[in-house]
């Protein structure tokens, strides 16, 4: 059975760092493009950092460019996004997604 779960989500004040975890089973997690999205109350879902299998290449939404970083462990079937500078903005459920699948999301407020 294919699960993926997200952790490290939190509040967390304007300026601060929080680090996001996405723990898979069920899948060839070596060879999976992982993908973070987010989903802000009121808005689209929106892809957030994506990073391939094989050359562990990693793009980003604009708005997170030189804040977010993607990363990957397939030793331990993970996938992170490290989040520096949070912004009020940065609010929403961060969700792991490969191919189809998708995972329960895990919730970010950024607040003072």
């Known amino acids: 059975q294919v699960h993926l779960v997200e952790s490290g989500g939190g509040l967390v004040q304007p300026g601060g760092s929080l680090r996001l975890s996405c723990t898979t089973s069920g899948i060839v997690f070596s060879l999976a493009t992982m993908a973070w999205y987010r989903q802000a109350p009121g808005k689209e879902r929106e892809l957030v950092a994506i990073i391939s299998s094989i050359d562990v290449s990693a793009n980003y939404a604009d708005s997170v460019k030189g804040r977010f970083t993607i990363s990957r462990n397939n030793a331990k079937n993970t996938v992170y996004l490290q989040m520096n500078s949070l912004k009020p903005e940065d609010t929403a459920v961060y969700l792991c997604?490969?191919?189809?699948?998708w995972g329960q999301g895990t919730q970010v407020t950024v607040s003072s």
């Open positions: 997604n490969t191919a189809r699948l």
